[in-house]
């Protein structure tokens, strides 16, 4: 609800006072699409994608002194870097030339014509009739993923097969039901059998959350094509009211700390003693748990996903993805692919499965060597918190990395995806960035544990923190609205405090207004609506939803033949289309491919 209201209050027309209608209309277009289909229909078509700068060709040029007037302002586009589709072979008519120089010789001839001249500064594509329109026949990769298809589909439908066979029959081998759909479909939808209620609140968060990051990444995917009309998007950013919003990528760390706060729970309420053979056996599980559907959804995006569709954004926004995919697999089937070779991203998602098994791996070994420490333990890490944040803000400043609150004002960085940002590469994917989020969760589940809830039963007492409880989500949302006043500030010192601070502030804001639903779950009515059993089902669908988001919402809006118009009427539509897409197929995969790897991993070690 938030997310939507955000949205809808950011179309609230924000008008510059030092730049008037006229002279905005007197700019070049910043995007522009030539009939990508029609101009490749012919035998001799060439159709080119790129960004070109442009320079004055003489002075003075007062259309050139509006455009650079115009992009002083962050949240602007740079109006000196024009994007263009073109078809070149009907602008053009050398054809004995190279694409790239016939492409950039279309520009010259269009910037000459406005006084102007026009520099190649990105070349996404150029593509003839022939490489349209001819046979590519399946390589190796590519006939690999089918192949993994075909077996998944066979053990799913002959152990579904044996299970109806022998339902009946006590002496079936339950191992060979491990595939079976009804079985796996039984265990899906059986209920929660949490004795917290506070658990199963847990599945709220992490269902709401994840529909928030699908709605928000298809909006932000929109942002990211050809626009037919930029300053929407800039009044978008520039919109006090979207704050919650732009700062909002704090909340995605949320899960690191729900991770860490599960598995030591987990453990320290197990009778088992630990050991190396215990974390072989934790980490063999959390891998079986995570790669069938991370690598199946990577291979995906690196074989397949291409050939979906096509149009003239098409190549653009997915070629090169489906590239890095196929460059990076095992760098994801290692789960170091925000360490390898980070400024290239695979799905930009993905980032977080790779941080969440290193905090897991962490999580573990601390958990492991503190239990011998009993209450002490606390403390300890409560000393390795402040180390963790005082690690950040020194690497920020460093490296002057910067919170993603200082990136998301800026038009460029949201249309670019944040390419060649080290900030994002980075800090934000790294996990030196998760590890104080770890921390957090690692601190309330020994306070937990050791406490067996007093030392929160009384907090909850206290007025101060009762009054909190009832008024945490307004102060939340205000917490990121400061980003408003925060933005303004740039000097060096508070920009690398802020970046290690705010996820840490946030995430304790959080914990406190979930010890609400720890033990006093019955103090607010959304709270005891968290606790609802129907979400457990949504729950369990995480995994893969958080993985195949963002190839459906490309898949959706990736194949626009013109500029896009971003308002209301697109920007809902698509974003309600993208999660209606992805819990089906999230279902899918967690049915035949996620459930029966665990299943079987668990026979196996019985």
């Not at 030092?18 to 289909?37: A, I, M, T």
């Not at 990444?217 to 919003?245: C, D, K, R, W």
């Not at 748990?289 to 003239?312: E, H, K, N, Y």
């Not at 971003?566 to 089906?584: A, G």
Request: aromatic letters at 12%.
């Amino acid at each position: 609800m938030l997310v939507s209201l955000c949205l809808l209050a950011a179309l609230i027309e924000v008008k510059a006072a030092d730049f008037n209608g006229e002279d905005y209309w007197l700019l070049p277009r910043l995007f522009d699409l030539d009939n990508y289909d029609e101009c490749l229909s012919h035998p001799d078509g060439l159709y080119c994608l790129g960004s070109f700068h442009l320079t004055p060709a003489e002075q003075p040029n007062r259309v050139y002194e509006l455009m650079t007037n115009y992009s002083k302002e962050l949240y602007r586009f740079n109006r000196t870097v024009i994007r263009r589709g073109w078809c070149v072979s009907a602008r053009e008519s050398n054809v004995t030339a190279e694409p790239m120089n016939r492409f950039e010789h279309c520009a010259a001839e269009w910037a000459r014509s406005r006084r102007m001249r026009a520099r190649l500064l990105r070349l996404e594509y150029c593509r003839s009739h022939s490489d349209v329109h001819a046979t590519r026949i399946p390589d190796k990769s590519e006939l690999t993923f089918l192949i993994a298809i075909a077996v998944i589909i066979l053990l799913n439908a002959a152990s579904t097969a044996y299970d109806y066979a022998t339902q009946n029959n006590e002496k079936k081998i339950a191992l060979l039901t491990t595939w079976s759909v009804v079985a796996n479909w039984r265990q899906l939808v059986e209920p929660y059998n949490s004795h917290r209620k506070s658990l199963q609140a847990i599945q709220g968060i992490k269902v709401i959350v994840s529909a928030s990051i699908c709605i928000v990444h298809s909006g932000m995917l929109l942002y990211t094509l050809f626009l037919y009309e930029p300053i929407e998007m800039e009044q978008v950013i520039a919109n006090p009211l979207t704050m919650a919003v732009q700062n909002s990528t704090t909340v995605v760390h949320m899960f690191i700390v729900l991770s860490s706060f599960l598995t030591v729970h987990n453990l320290l309420k197990s009778s088992k003693p630990f050991g190396f053979g215990t974390f072989l056996r934790l980490l063999a599980k959390r891998i079986i748990r995570l790669s069938p559907v991370c690598l199946l959804v990577i291979g995906f995006a690196g074989t397949w996903w291409p050939r979906v569709s096509d149009g003239p954004l098409w190549p653009a926004a997915v070629a090169e993805q489906s590239k890095i995919c196929r460059e990076k697999f095992w760098a994801h089937a290692f789960f170091i692919h925000n360490l390898v070779e980070p400024d290239k991203f695979c799905l930009i998602p993905t980032w977080y499965i790779a941080v969440d098994m290193q905090m897991y791996i962490l999580a573990v070994i601390l958990t492991m060597i503190l239990a011998k420490f009993s209450k002490k333990a606390v403390p300890i890490l409560v000393i390795l918190f402040i180390g963790a944040t005082a690690l950040n803000a020194g690497l920020a400043y460093i490296y002057e990395w910067k919170s993603l609150l200082y990136l998301a004002i800026v038009a460029e960085n949201i249309n670019s995806i944040f390419r060649d940002i080290p900030s994002l590469s980075h800090f934000y994917m790294s996990p030196w960035g998760s590890l104080p989020a770890c921390l957090v969760g690692l601190i309330i589940g020994h306070l937990v544990h050791f406490t067996k809830g007093e030392t929160f039963g009384n907090i909850y007492k206290r007025r101060l923190l009762s009054l909190y409880y009832v008024l945490c989500i307004p102060i939340m949302v205000g917490w990121l609205m400061l980003g408003n006043y925060f933005q303004h500030i740039r000097h060096p010192i508070f920009v690398a405090a802020y970046a290690a601070l705010e996820r840490s502030i946030f995430q304790i804001m959080c914990i406190l207004a979930y010890i609400a639903l720890v033990f006093k779950n019955d103090i607010i009515i959304c709270f005891k609506a968290l606790a609802w059993r129907g979400w457990h089902l949504l729950a369990q669908l995480s995994l893969p939803v958080m993985q195949i988001h963002w190839c459906i919402a490309l898949v959706i809006i990736g194949p626009s033949p013109q500029p896009v118009a971003v308002s209301v009427i697109n920007l809902l539509p698509v974003s309600v289309t993208t999660v209606c897409f992805t819990y089906p197929l999230a279902l899918l995969l967690t049915v035949l491919v996620e459930l029966p790897m665990k299943r079987t991993f668990d026979f196996i070690l019985r």
